[in-house]
Each structure stands twice: as C-alpha cells, then as structure tokens.
C-alpha cells in the first residue's frame, strides 16, 4: 500500500468512524450519514469537495467486512496493460535496456526524449514494464554483474496461525517477544498507534474553521468513551492529548502522530546520584538482596511512603553497574550478612508497650511484638515459623522500629481520598436528575413516568456510558429523591421543558455589565403558631406540640434573589397575586435604576402570567424606554412543576430552618422581624464575603457552577 493509498484510505475512515465505532440501529445510522455528507471536504487526490450517503454506506459496509485493508482503492481493471507504450516504444525501451542493462529508469526516459522530443511515459510505468519483461537488475540474465539482493531482509509469508500468535506477543509483558514482532514487521506498530490517534482527532481536523466552543465540546465527547488503544492497557484519553495530538498533525502531518522515542533512553529518571550510592552500598553489603527488598530498604530509610520506583528499575541498574549476583567480584562473601536482623535497642517504654501487644487478641499486633521481644534469643528463621510471617516481613519490621521505634511498627493509616471517584459520581449525580426532571417523552421515550431500567437505557444513549439500573437507583437514593414519596415533583410535564432551561442557563450566563438576573417566588401563607422541628430535649422527656392551636394571624411574603450579587430582596403582603408581583418589581426597579436590563425568572403560577401583568410590564417599558431611565423589564419564565429550579426556594427553605422551625413567635409583627431580620444578616454576609466561606445555610455559590441548576440540584442547601 503506497503513501496515496494509505491517505485515502485514511480519509475515509475518518469520515466513516462516527458510523461504525458503535452498533447503531438504521435509523440511527442513517442520520449520522446524512449529517456527515452535509458538510464538505478536502478529498485527497481528487477535487471533489462532498460525499454522498450511499458512499458513506458502503464504506462502512466495507470496514465491517474486511476491516481498514478494505477502505484501500481497488486497482483498474486494465492494470497491468500500459495505454502510453505502444509497440514501437515498447521495442525501443527493449533495445535500449539490453543494450545496457544496468541503465537506470531515468537514463532511458532522457533517451527516449532525445529520440521522440518528450518523455512518452512516467518513470513508474517504465519501471513496471521493465519488471514485466524481466528486464530490472534482479532478473538479469546470468553473466551480468549485479548489486548483492535485499531479498534476504524481508519476510516471506507469514500464516494464520503465526499471525494469531503474533497479535498477542505485543500485549504481552516480555519484551523480547515485543521485539520479535516489530522486526517482522508485524502490523507496522509506529504507524498502527498513528492510524488509531488519527481516527480519535479526525471531527477536530477534517473541518476547517471551528469555533473554540465546538472545538473543546467535541474534545471532550471524545475524551468521555472508551477505547481499546492498539498496544496498551490504557482505554481513555484527555482532552489535553487530544489537542496535543492536533497540535502534531497541523504541524507535521500524519507523521506527526507517529509516537517519538524517548530523549532520556538509558537513563534513570527516578535514581538521583544519592539514592544510586545508597543502592550500590546496600548491594555491597548483601549482594543476595533481591531488587524487591531493595526498594523496601530505600523506602524505610527515606521515611516516605513510596519512592515510585519498580524493582525492575533497580535490576536494571545493577545490571548496568555490573552488580548482579552474576557479576559479584571474586572474594564476596557467599552469606548476606547479619546485623540488619538485629534490633539496636529496646527503650523501658518501648517495651511495656510490646509486653502489652503480646497480651492483645490483636494477632497482627502480637507477631511484631514476639518478632522484636524475641530476636536476640531465637534467629529469624525460627521467629518467622512462629509468628507464621515470611522473612521479608519480619526484616520490614526490625527496620521499622530501629528507625522509628515503637511507631514504625503501628504507623497511623492514610485518610481516605474519594478525588477522581467522587468527581465521577457528582458528574453523574447531576445528568441523571437533568434526565429526570425532563421527562421519558423528552427523550422519545413511550411512559408517562420514570424508572429504574428506562433511566438506565436513556443514560446510556445520551452520553455512551455504561449504567445500570442498581446504579441509577443508588444515586437517586443518595440524592435525596424516592420514587414513592407524592410530595415530591420528580419531573417536569412541560413539553418545553429542555429549551426553556437552555434559555435560562444561556441567559444567566452570558450577563452584560450592567445586566441583573433576579429568581422570584411567593413564600406563605405561615401561619403564626408554635412549630415542630429538632431540639435538644432530656432523655426522660417527650417532645410534643399541639395539633389544634389558637389562631395568631398569618404572613405572606414574596422575595427575590439577585444571581449576582446573591442579596434577596423582600416585601410583604396578604396574598399571592398580581398586585404583589408588580409592588415587588417596582422595587427592584427603584433599587437598581442604573442597570440596563433586570430579568425576571419564576414559575408557572397563573398571576406570574396574567394578561394583566403582560399589559402593565409592556406598558412600562415604553414609558422606561422613552424617559431612558431605568433598567428594562425582561420575563425569562420556567417551566411548569419544575420549582426545584428556582434557586430562592433553597434560600426560603434556609430561612425556615433558621427562624421558623422550633419557633413559637406571639404575632405576626414579631415573626417578620425575625424574618427580616434574618435577610438582612444573610445579604450583609455576602457583601462581607462575596466568596463562598464555611458552611453556613447561605454559604453555598449556586451560579459558580451551572450543571447545579440543570440538574434541579440546590435542595439540599
């Protein structure tokens, strides 16, 4: 396969990858051809510029078959037949090459052209026909002196069978079966790994003129599968790779990608010049000491916990050194000395503590104990028979505590770090509450409701992930959902639903200076009495409140929470109405007259959408935009039974748990001072600490990240 063959095929399977890197259903399949061929292309060695779908079908039709080998061109039909040499060239090309056989193609292409005015035919044509004839140096008739053949260095045939076996050797931890196969030539390995990183970036390089944004979000759809990488254990990448790899193929081409050796061959990157005299030095001591012990020697002198460094590191230092046990100078001492199985000193402390290990029912603790107490009475054989713990082990120990005393022996354990993990699962924490606060029939999905198996199914098509229905259970459970409990509204019925939550999070995050974006709900009616809640009670003691209780009056209140600068402001009333909304905006307005836009979000409640309202917001806009005073008044609406968007519902809830629950306030002017009162100690916080600090009730930045609001997710603050 030459270099043009290879690029179309190349080419080709870049386009078709999308197509058969999955098993897609026809449907499916059909779509993706069509997008595909919408577009146009820098076609290799032709000047076409499209694709049909019925091209791109068969070309996928064809990798299935037989793999990339089948993406290659086919040959012409006449191949072999040579249109440009007639039969009076093709007799002057003979004569001229039995003349002098070791002419080379070039020498008869300057000869025909002296003798007809041009050159009739490409010198890859003429080579062909020579080697048709058997006119080329390696078929010369015997007599002629000729170049020492090559043929030796390649490989003949190689079978099924060989070929099966062949594809394992590079998985495989031996490096000399590695080798093996790469002198055979087995697949091309540079070039196979080339072709694999080509197939992962062509949606980043086939287009020209990609957007940053659509550049990085197809990055990152990339990095987000697995992939079975051609020669390595590895099965994801990074979108840093990806870009790196680009980088290499805008630069240089598909060579590029081809994987580059190592600059510091040879040398040990891990092994400074203190830590190679310290290895020869131990060496020296016992030259029996495996490369294993080695390394845990380096590790307990060090005092850290690892020194990322492999035995087999090691080996091959020594090797280099010329320390193995092979190589030992003559007159080393055939046993390994002593002294390290020798404890120095064992201090009064030391030792009760020991004495009291011995005692324990801790088996773990008793076995280091019996391994010091006992080792300037029985040698280490016998010891480790005892305590039922290799040699190893018990040489760990002793240096240990000769180091460290009594606390190498019981080091305190590393603290857990959830990291990439716990990332992973807040990832997909949030996609599957998005999936069900949209609905089954948002993702064409015939139920009315949720559960487990049809969340699982849409998880997986969404975003190519495994995900089981055991797994969807857990998460929703550890979010605080259940499928049982009426009271709360798990998805939204608005078929909008997913458009009306891109415009507002499109909305709230690209905010224009002087622009404001306000979340707006009605709190109420609270009644004025004694409530429930937690408190701190004697054992002995029951908790109760009255069910009946005299009427005190109640209160209603509507708020609204700047997702700026995180301030809420408040007014109070007798209902939820119209009137109320207007009254509340009208001070929005007054307090933020040199803002250019306010947006307003709240949910589908019928006074949040009266024609009223509608008539008096249109009507005072044009009395705004004719005075040019003021900020405008913009509606960015939710979508139906979807309240666990709107953000201030988790500040009212904070509210609740602060100054309502466990309160028995005697009216109603004293139970909205304590509301007030605690607004105006949350909005002085803020402005004090416009970073999130702590973990008080308001401390938590809900616009920092804007996957929390897809996915419904501020309940629990």
């Not at 857990?474 to 939550?501: F, N, W």
């Not at 917001?617 to 509606?635: C, Q, W």
Request: net charge positive; glycine share 6%.
């Amino acid at each position: 396969m030459d270099a043009k063959t290879q690029q179309i095929a190349r080419f080709r399977y870049g386009l078709i990858r999308p197509l058969v890197l999955e098993a897609l259903p026809r449907g499916e399949l059909t779509r993706r051809a069509e997008e595909i061929a919408s577009r146009h292309y820098d076609i290799p060695v032709s000047k076409r510029h499209a694709v049909s779908v019925d091209t791109l079908l068969k070309w996928a039709r064809r990798y299935r078959n037989g793999g990339s080998d089948a993406l290659v061109p086919k040959p012409r039909k006449d191949r072999g037949q040579y249109r440009v040499i007639t039969a009076q060239i093709a007799d002057q090309i003979e004569r001229l090459k039995r003349e002098d056989p070791h002419w080379t193609g070039a020498t008869l292409l300057r000869e025909l052209a002296l003798s007809s005015g041009k050159a009739p035919v490409s010198a890859a044509t003429l080579y062909r026909y020579l080697r048709q004839l058997g006119l080329t140096a390696q078929k010369l008739p015997p007599g002629i002196p000729v170049h020492p053949l090559r043929n030796k260095w390649h490989t003949n045939f190689i079978c099924d069978e060989d070929r099966e076996v062949l594809t394992q050797w590079p998985r495989s931890n031996d490096k000399s079966l590695w080798q093996k196969v790469t002198v055979l030539g087995h697949g091309n390995l540079p070039a196979k790994i080339a072709l694999f990183r080509y197939g992962l970036i062509v949606p980043l390089v086939l287009e020209t003129g990609l957007s940053p944004g659509e550049f990085a979000r197809r990055a990152r759809v990339i990095a987000s599968r697995e992939y079975d990488f051609p020669y390595s254990n590895r099965t994801s990448i990074s979108v840093e790779t990806l870009r790196e790899w680009v980088h290499r193929y805008r630069q240089g081409g598909f060579d590029g990608l081809v994987p580059k050796p190592r600059n510091d061959r040879g040398r040990y990157r891990v092994i400074t010049a203190q830590i190679a005299d310290q290895i020869e030095r131990l060496k020296r001591e016992d030259p029996y000491g495996s490369g294993a012990a080695l390394v845990r020697e380096l590790t307990l002198s060090s005092g850290q916990d690892s020194l990322g460094m492999s035995a087999s590191t090691v080996y091959r230092f020594l090797k280099q050194r010329g320390l193995t046990a092979q190589k030992m100078p003559p007159g080393t001492p055939l046993q390994p000395l002593r002294n390290r199985w020798r404890i120095e000193f064992i201090s009064d402390e030391d030792r009760k503590v020991l004495t009291q290990w011995r005692r324990s029912k801790d088996k773990n603790l008793w076995q280091k104990a019996v391994t010091v107490l006992e080792n300037g009475k029985l040698p280490p054989e016998e010891i480790a028979q005892k305590v039922e713990r290799p040699l190893d082990c018990l040489r760990d120990w002793i240096k240990a505590f000769n180091s460290h005393g009594i606390a190498g022996l019981n080091p305190p354990r590393k603290p857990r770090s959830l990291g990439k993990w716990q990332a992973t699962f807040d990832q997909k924490r949030r996609r599957i509450l998005e999936i069900l606060h949209a609905g089954p029939r948002s993702y064409q999905i015939n139920r009315s409701n949720w559960n487990h198996s049809s969340l699982a199914l849409t998880y997986r098509r969404e975003y190519g992930e495994a995900m089981s229905p055991s797994t969807v259970s857990r998460i929703i459970r550890k979010s605080g959902y259940t499928m049982k409990k009426a009271r709360r509204v798990l998805c939204s019925p608005d078929p909008e639903y997913r458009e009306k939550v891109d415009l507002l999070l499109h909305t709230l995050q690209n905010l224009k200076p002087g622009e404001l974006f306000f979340f707006v709900d009605e709190l109420g009616p609270l009644r004025v009495k004694r409530y429930g809640g937690r408190a701190f009670v004697p054992k002995t003691q029951s908790y109760a409140i009255p069910q009946k209780q005299k009427d005190r009056g109640s209160i209603t209140l509507a708020g609204a929470l700047n997702a700026v600068t995180n301030q809420v402001t408040w007014v109070y009333g007798h209902s939820k109405d119209t009137s109320r909304m207007i009254e509340l905006i009208e001070v929005l307005f007054n307090q933020h007259t040199s803002a250019s836009t306010l947006y307003i979000t709240w949910d589908a409640a019928s006074w949040h959408r009266s024609t009223p309202l509608l008539e008096w917001l249109d009507t005072f806009n044009r009395e705004t935009a004719s005075s040019k005073e003021g900020p405008l008044i913009h509606f960015v609406p939710l979508p139906a039974s979807s309240q666990f968007l709107d953000v201030i519902e988790a500040v009212f809830s904070g509210m609740k748990k602060a100054v309502i629950h466990h309160s028995d306030y005697r009216s109603e002017q004293e139970m909205k001072i304590a509301i007030s009162r605690h607004f105006l100690e949350r909005n002085q916080y803020f402005l004090s600490n416009p970073r999130r600090a702590g973990k008080k009730i308001w401390d938590i930045d809900f616009f920092a990240d804007s996957e929390v609001i897809r996915a419904g997710d501020c309940r629990k603050w």
